[in-house]
């Protein structure tokens, strides 16, 4: 059995039969990818890989309780099988009893497709895309900019199989774009990002013009001190933003205390205005463009997630409904604790905040602020506030009666998203977006530009 020959359902399958253990969870992710790199409006490489990792959960029970054992490995052969399942086995009977544990999921059905091969990527992903991107190397090149950056396309097909019945599926696509264009003398930068399903729905073009008009604001630069702005935040920041946010709220870490939705003198602040605007924080794995596993995949236990639910349905979720928190992220286990219903993290996040207008119209009804282009390099300060510091990147631009008129310095920001969202007074049209910072961890989101009356530039920063 090679890891390449063998089925993956086939893997999962053999795994189950050498369990000796109470329970038993296996994964198998099948993995492939195909990517595009240019510099200087030209390819520079471009390449195909593939992958398998294989993950065992083994579970024990004890006069004490349940513990859990988790390995995981890749490119498993015949060989590694065996010794792959005893060493999860020996994990959970060398561990104590797993705070989270619960009876392993029954009763979902099997996925009709099983059975069937992995879906896979491949250079044919591009097979569009990269014409249209030499187009934008030539109207670049004419137009006296460079294009610089990368495409990248990724499928994983995820096997799921317990002892208790379980045979899930679920392929998951995710492509990224990232284009910078650059002045000749590298003075100027700016940035654009799209994530994509299939690379049908990104026009390079389009890019490339947008980044050519923020070129041309940039030729006029003016310095400002740091302080609170008016300032228009696009989906790709307040995407940043929020998955941070969604990231920070474990129900049982807010029922401790430990987090801004903790509420003083006990308990969580669930049921709580948190914005003036009707905004709905909101995920949903049948979400049209975004669409994301509909179970629980879990490879470990955390605040947010737990290995016992492996398979466990995941439905629509309001994280924020109507400005008020709806929601915290819960396993059946914290779920349990805290009293809250079930409500496991899924692989998107959306932002509806009511509003028609998109950015371009938000700046054309700005008497003075500022417009950002993304953030970058975000750090929690606080978690008792879910403070965050971070930079501004690749262009910040000063708004006058509906105009931009010209670039200004980057800065460090101090703010919190939960602060942002008491304080926004107008939320855009919602758009399918790319988040800057955490593109390589999480990248199906649809977000608004958000105009926050006061947002803290607390320094100014040197950075690009």
Known sequence: ??????????????????????????????????????????????????????????????????????????????????????????????AGPAEDAQPLVEGTPTSPDFTDAPAETGSAVFADFAPALGEAFARARAGGRELYGFANHEMTSTYVGTSTGLRLRHDQPNGTLELNAKSPDRTRSAWAGRSTRDFKDVDPAVMDAELAQRL????????????????????????????????????????????????????????????????????????????????????????????????????????????????LVTTRHSAGLTGLPVAPGAGNLILDGGGGRSLEEMVAGTASGLLLTCLWYIREVDPATLLLTGLTRDGVYRVENGEVVGEVNNFRFNESPVDLLSRASEAGRSEKTLPREWGDWFTRASMPALRVPDFNMSSVSKGV
């Open 1 to 94: 059995m090679s890891p390449r020959t063998t089925k993956p359902h086939e893997i999962v399958e053999r795994a189950l039969e050498m369990s000796t253990a109470d329970g038993c969870v296996v994964i198998a992710d099948e993995e492939s990818s195909a990517n595009l790199r240019w510099a200087g409006n030209a390819l520079t490489t471009n390449g195909v890989t593939r992958g398998r990792t294989l993950t065992v959960i083994a579970t024990v029970d004890g006069a004490e309780g349940t513990a859990s054992g988790v390995v995981s490995r890749s490119a498993v052969t015949a060989a590694d099988l065996e010794p792959l399942v005893r060493a999860a086995e020996a994990a959970a009977r060398g």
């Open 216 to 327: 041309v604001w940039a030729q006029r630069r003016t310095e400002l001190p740091a302080g609170r702005y008016e300032t228009l935040l696009p989906p790709t920041a307040v995407a940043d933003l929020l998955i941070y946010q969604l990231w920070s709220s474990a129900a049982r870490d807010a029922a401790e205390g430990r987090t801004v939705f903790s509420k003083p003198g006990g308990g969580t602040r669930v049921g709580e205005k948190l914005s003036s605007l009707p905004l709905t924080l909101r995920s949903d794995p049948h979400e049209p463009g975004l669409e994301s596993a509909p179970f629980v995949i879990a490879h470990s236990s955390g605040d947010d997630a737990s290995v016992f639910d492996n398979g466990l349905p995941i439905t629509a979720t309001d994280w924020v409904r109507d400005g008020k928190l709806d929601r």
